[in-house]
């Protein structure tokens, strides 16, 4: 099984996400992301760094799915209407219970979605 280990931060310059490697110092107080070996770590919000989640990104048709995401999924057929959830809420009854939904999409993240 191929597992990426990524994150993705708001700046704290204010210019959109940034994707990568999670650094932080020994109290967590600063967090920086490095899109790659060699590049810059750019500062972001500690609070907005959220790490890409594989297992539901395989139901997304390609759409990365990060901890802190809103998503929405149907229920299948016979199990109730589409539902909303924030990623964070549903982690491990997503990876439990995949047998119960399809059509998952991300329609927003609680740092921008507020």
């Known amino acids: ?8 931060g708001l ?15 020994r109290d967590k107080e600063l967090c920086y992301i490095a899109e790659g070996i ?6 972001v919000i500690p609070e907005s760094v959220g790490q890409y989640h594989n297992s539901l990104s395989e139901k997304t048709k390609g759409k990365r ?3 802190g995401d ?3 999924f149907d229920l299948k057929e016979g199990l109730g209407e ?7 809420q549903v982690i491990e ?3 439990m219970s995949s047998f119960w939904y399809s059509n998952v999409r991300v329609v927003g993240n609680i740092h921008e979605n507020k």
Request: net charge negative; charged share 20%; proline share 2%.
């Open 65 to 67: 799915v990060y901890v």
């Open 82 to 88: 589409p539902k909303t959830f924030n990623c964070t």
């Open 38 to 43: 060699g590049t810059c770590a750019i500062e």
């Open 70 to 72: 809103i998503i929405s």
């Open 1 to 8: 099984m191929n597992t990426d280990i990524e994150f993705r």
């Open 93 to 95: 009854t997503i990876e």
């Open 11 to 25: 700046r704290s310059d204010g210019k959109g996400w940034v994707y990568g490697f999670l650094l932080t110092d």
